[in-house]
């Protein structure tokens, strides 16, 4: 008879499952916290050459300790320096450290002399190792048996490319080829005078825009302009061309060849071609050069964004701003709008002079004047001159 009682056997059985069940909880444990359960990580940074010398920097973590794997090596806490012109083979252990997705990620710096670089512990790995070409370094996990000239052979039969080197083999950029598959990002038309920071931002027709009425916005640079008649609001202008804002919109813009500051805009609504060109002169003066004075950058920049003047360049500013141009002359954004019947009998065009804020909802108070075809606040003060056929615009 066996000496051995059967329950001996089944208890046996009983803590090997015990003990499987812990070793799958750890590794398990292991893989959702990003910490081992010895309290340490271990990585090795691998150079093809020396000489190397340089100090590990650990953030969002604490360094350990540093061993030197294959060279002689002189290792001081964090500081090390290799002499040796061949392979070298460093082991960087750690602590404390969070590999964890999101922020706070344990970053781990390798200040060399010549060619320092940094990385996140949590993307080291045998599989995918940090692979430096340039700098002829290698980051791998610790337990990666493979020496520098392996792992190199091993991603160069890969095959892979950087994404420079894919750019390099593709044909030539161009705006055409890129306008085929980049966002299709329309934009307002600014209008104005050379060297003068009053422009006019003209929102005509402009694709994926849902508004009511299309804008015109005076602006001094990236500011907007402010009125007391607008209760020292943004200064917006709408106004309708056609039938209003529809489903379909067919419309083509263009400056005049190519560059000149001089909108040409076709809006096609059905039966009607509406076709419009607008610019900006001055009120009186003609548009030559001798009439241009431009602004003086100080002042332009002031309207700007970021900008850091020291006391000086305040004060010169202030100078500045009592002199300008402003107050001689303004600048007039000239708009003409023709409609074009491409039907065989009579149609009616239309259009909606332009009116203070960006749709119905605006409470402003104007009116247009009947025998002028002026448009005016409520304190009188003209903003618009509307004709049609040369003539003034009725209400």
Request: glycine content about 6%; some cysteine; overall charge negative.
């Amino acid at each position: 008879m066996n000496k051995y009682h059967p329950y001996f056997f089944i208890k046996i059985i009983l803590i090997s499952i015990y003990l499987l069940l812990i070793v799958n909880y750890n590794h398990t444990v292991t893989a959702f916290s990003g910490k081992d359960f010895s309290d340490k990580y271990h990585i090795e940074v691998l150079w093809k050459s020396g000489p190397v010398d340089g100090t590990i920097k650990v953030r969002n973590g604490s360094f350990d300790k540093l061993t030197s794997i294959n060279s002689r090596c002189k290792v001081d806490g964090s500081q090390f320096s290799c002499k040796s012109k061949g392979y070298i083979r460093l082991m960087i252990s750690f602590n404390d450290f969070n590999t964890k997705p999101g922020s706070g990620s344990t970053l781990v710096s390798i200040n060399t002399i010549d060619n320092p670089f940094s990385f996140f512990l949590r993307d080291v790995n045998s599989e995918f190792p940090i692979f430096i070409p340039e700098y002829q370094v290698i980051v791998t996990s610790a337990d990666d048996l493979r020496d520098y000239n392996n792992i190199e052979q091993t991603i160069v039969n890969s095959h892979l490319k950087t994404k420079l080197e894919t750019i390099e083999n593709e044909a030539e950029e161009s705006f055409v080829s890129a306008s085929e598959t980049t966002r299709d990002q329309t934009c307002p038309t600014w209008l104005g005078i050379s060297r003068d920071i009053r422009t006019f931002q003209v929102d005509y027709a402009r694709k994926n825009d849902a508004r009511e009425f299309d804008i015109i916005t005076p602006r001094l640079v990236s500011e907007p302009v402010k009125l007391p008649e607008l209760n020292n609001q943004d200064a917006n202008y709408g106004f309708v061309t056609g039938r209003g804002q529809g489903p379909v919109l067919d419309v083509k813009r263009r400056l005049e060849d190519g560059f000149l500051p001089i909108l040409h805009t076709t809006l096609v609504d059905e039966d009607i071609s509406y076709k419009s060109i607008c610019f900006v002169s001055y009120e009186s003066s003609p548009l030559k050069a001798e009439y241009i004075k431009g602004t003086n950058f100080l002042v332009a920049d002031s309207y700007g964004y970021g900008n850091m003047f020291t006391e000086n360049q305040m004060k010169s500013l202030e100078e500045e701003k009592e002199k300008m141009p402003f107050k001689d002359e303004e600048t007039v954004l000239y708009f003409q709008v023709e409609a074009e019947n491409n039907s065989q009998v009579p149609r009616y065009a239309w259009f909606k002079t332009i009116r203070p804020g960006t749709g119905w909802m605006a409470r402003n108070k104007w009116s247009i004047h009947r025998e002028t075809g002026y448009s005016l606040y409520n304190d009188g003060q003209e903003y618009c001159l509307s004709k049609i056929y040369g003539n003034r615009q009725p209400r």
